[in-house]
């Protein structure tokens, strides 16, 4: 396993917000905790990523523990978050954005990082059209993919993504998920925080449900998204 996270228990001050939760993330694998507001999603990206101090638990990747290694210290490990709300730096550019993204590579001035900003405008020619525009003047859509592909800058080898189709209309929504896909399919391993459970159990390989801090339900996407109980809980009662 790539990540492993064992009876991992973080508070804020005196609410418990993780209760012991366990889960991995195999190397090539797209896995996705889907869960209602305030079952812990977020809160469990924040620990991977390193903002959140854990009090009880473990969290290894590839084999390391990582458990109290700072944020900085796990991108250059190469497990890197695309932060939730975006979080762009807004008075810069694309370009410029992107090139934040790889501040802790050590080959950041080599061509390496020319032909990464190449497949970022790749996978989002959109970003490629707007290179020279300021992050803060683009659409909530656009700047979901400049933080995507800023996070793609440092090379992960774990992208975090945290509700990436927040606040998207339909149609990027759709897109989103295809390009995160795509991401996989190049050879990065994604772990997928999303509300919109339907469309992350369609294209994770396995799932895991948080309830209030506990993992209730763990299975392969495809499998979840038949499972009566969870399809009645997350996924609209199935159609009623
Ligand atoms: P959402 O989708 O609404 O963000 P979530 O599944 O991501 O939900 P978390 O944000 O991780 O859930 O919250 C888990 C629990 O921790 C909730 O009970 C929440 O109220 C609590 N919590 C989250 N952030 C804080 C905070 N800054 N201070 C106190 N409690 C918090």
């Given at each position: 396993m790539?990540?492993e996270v064992?009876?991992?228990?973080?508070?804020y001050?005196?609410?418990?917000?993780?209760?012991?939760?366990?889960?991995?993330?195999?190397?090539?694998?797209?896995?996705?905790?889907?869960?209602?507001?305030g079952?812990g999603?977020?809160?469990?990206?924040?620990t991977?990523?390193?903002?959140?101090?854990?009090?009880k638990?473990?969290?290894?990747?590839?084999?390391q523990?990582?458990t109290?290694?700072?944020?900085?210290?796990?991108?250059?490990?190469?497990?890197c978050?695309?932060p939730?709300?975006?979080g762009?730096?807004?008075?810069?550019?694309?370009?410029?954005?992107?090139?934040?993204?790889?501040?802790?590579?050590?080959?950041?001035?080599?061509?390496?990082?020319?032909?990464?900003?190449e497949?970022?405008?790749?996978?989002?020619p959109?970003?490629?059209?707007?290179?020279?525009?300021?992050?803060?003047s683009?659409?909530?859509?656009?700047?979901?993919?400049?933080?995507?592909?800023?996070?793609?800058m440092?090379?992960?080898?774990?992208?975090?993504?945290d509700?990436?189709?927040?606040?998207?209309?339909?149609?990027?929504?759709?897109?989103?998920?295809?390009?995160?896909?795509?991401?996989?399919?190049?050879?990065?391993?994604?772990?997928?925080v999303?509300?919109?459970?339907?469309?992350?159990?369609?294209?994770?390989?396995?799932?895991?449900?948080l309830?209030?801090?506990?993992i209730?339900?763990?299975?392969?996407?495809?499998?979840?998204?038949t499972?009566?109980?969870?399809?009645?809980?997350?996924?609209g009662?199935?159609?009623?």
């Amino acid at each position: 396993m790539l990540l492993e996270v064992k009876d991992l228990e973080v508070f804020y001050g005196r609410i418990q917000a993780l209760r012991g939760i366990s889960f991995s993330v195999a190397e090539g694998e797209i896995v996705t905790l889907i869960g209602a507001n305030g079952a812990g999603k977020t809160t469990t990206m924040k620990t991977m990523s390193g903002v959140r101090t854990v009090t009880k638990g473990s969290v290894t990747f590839d084999g390391q523990d990582i458990t109290k290694a700072p944020s900085h210290k796990r991108v250059m490990m190469g497990l890197c978050q695309a932060p939730e709300g975006r979080g762009i730096f807004p008075g810069m550019t694309v370009v410029e954005n992107l090139e934040m993204g790889c501040y802790l590579r050590t080959d950041r001035k080599s061509a390496a990082k020319d032909a990464d900003m190449e497949r970022v405008f790749e996978l989002f020619p959109r970003l490629k059209e707007r290179r020279d525009q300021a992050g803060g003047s683009m659409s909530g859509g656009e700047q979901q993919m400049l933080a995507i592909g800023r996070a793609l800058m440092s090379k992960p080898r774990v992208l975090l993504l945290d509700e990436p189709s927040m606040g998207l209309a339909p149609m990027l929504i759709n897109q989103i998920f295809r390009i995160i896909q795509e991401i996989n399919a190049q050879g990065t391993t994604v772990l997928l925080v999303e509300q919109n459970a339907a469309k992350a159990l369609a294209i994770a390989h396995r799932a895991y449900v948080l309830e209030t801090g506990h993992i209730v339900k763990t299975g392969a996407g495809k499998d979840l998204l038949t499972d009566p109980s969870v399809r009645d809980a997350y996924l609209g009662g199935g159609g009623h």
